[in-house]
């Protein structure tokens, strides 16, 4: 919504698609993937059985063939040990059941149960699940915020001109006054219905104004100190979605390695990623954002842009570490991954109550960024005081 | 410029051009406020409802309530002014002739529409 007679802005708002759009294919890809670890882990269950477990007997004995696992990353015709009939087995001739039987008995077994642990993650509700945990966090459009911050940051620099030196809210005959005002009172003095009000209701206007662009800073400047918050918590969002993503591909191409490379069994330890940070917000990210977005005030005087563009990681050295980025089974990495969500829902919650709680100038570094005039109270208690103020800004009444 | 002719110009010009134009100013703030600050806390509400829209809220509604304010107040001055140099109009022969040469006095002046109060 752009301020009157102020730069329009409200092309600005709403031309970005919702995060969601791309957070969706994502979520459905991590769950395929994730899906595809716990295909794989049942696969390996049962040729681990196969290989390892099934005891043995005489007449019987273990055969190498080649198996295929379905999938993406899966793998096709690799090695592996089934339990077959022996060639010295008595019932060899008599057996209903063939040695080339048992392999496809195996290989559906695999894909049989790859199939359903897939599936389990793909038709369930589990893309669905990482939706609705970070719904807080995708659901706000902060591009439809953007226009309307720009629009208080119009709003308090009009405020702020109305006190500027060639304003015309001054008594008649002051230097600056409008010819009709000085006229006016010049005129009507002793006129029975009207008194010396009018004119301290308009000698009072600019002061009044200047009361009013220090309030309307404030309230602009922490809008846009939300709206930089929940865009940034999106950007997050969308990082940190797709390094689960790209962290449930790795394990799928290191189950291939495994099979197709050096033909050894997955051990269960997977590449080290405890170095891979991923920053999901922290107490700092708020009073980071504190010191980014400009007062009206003291900023420029367009509107700012605090959507497009904007710093996607405030404070880079608080990072927090990925759970998912650490895990290398499916669940692990499905469970990880929504303990991320939860974590950022909780931090974007921090971030906005530093906002709200702390004073601005506690967090700025520099002298100039300080707000002289509110930033030494915290939002939550600055509000609070305007109410509390509010017939001390009421204008004058005038009586006529 | 004659006496008559300065104590009403000033007057008019004053219920009829200035104050409507600062009331209809300040209106068109007073409705920026409410335009902006509506679909602020709308996506504050999405963001789990965070009280920081609250806070943001109530600075908005005092900010609107005092434009709205002054508003009210022009708009009050504009037809109090107005119906007063109507009245001396009434009663002055030199003001009725003025006035008959300044139609464009005829009637009440334009007052801006009461601004849109936020619902948040």
Known sequence: M???????????????????????PLFKELADLVGQLAGNEAAWSILYNQAMEIPVGDGWTRATTNFTVPGTYGWTKTKALYVIMSADNPDMATSEVTNEDRERIVQKA????????????????????YRSTSQNIWEPDPAAMSGPVDGLYYLAQWLYRQDSGDSPWVQPGAEGAPEWLTNLKAGWPNTALSSESFYAFWDDVDDKCARYAIIAGRLAKSCGQVTYTLSDFQTNLVEVTTKARDRAKEALLQWQTWKMDSGAWPTGGMTD????????????????????VPSPLTGPLAGISIVTGGLSYLIEEKSVEMEATKAATADQISTGFVNDLTTMDGEMTKALNVIRTDPPNEHVEKQGDRDPATGDTGLQAYAADVVKRRSDLTPPNVRL | MTTIDMKMSAIYQASHDELPRQAAEFG??????????????????????????????????????????TVRTCNDTATGLDGMADDFVRVDDDARAWFAKHKQYVGDPDTAPVPTSPEV
């Open chain 2, 28 to 69: 068109a703030y007073a409705d920026n406020i409410t335009g902006s600050i509506e679909p602020i806390v709308q996506q504050i509400v999405l963001a789990g409802n965070h009280p920081i829209g609250d806070d943001l809220a109530d600075i908005s509604v005092e900010l609107f309530l005092h434009l709205r304010s």
């Open chain 1, 273 to 292: 990623n405890s170095g891979i940070k991923m920053i999901l917000g922290g107490i700092s990210y708020g009073a980071g954002t504190i010191g980014a």
């Open chain 1, 110 to 129: 695999i894909t049989d149960a790859w199939h359903k642990a897939h599936d389990s993650w793909t038709t369930g509700s589990v893309s669905s699940g």
């Open chain 1, 2 to 24: 752009p301020g009157p007679g102020g730069p329009g802005s409200s092309e600005d708002t709403g031309n970005a698609a919702p995060v969601i759009e791309k957070l969706d």
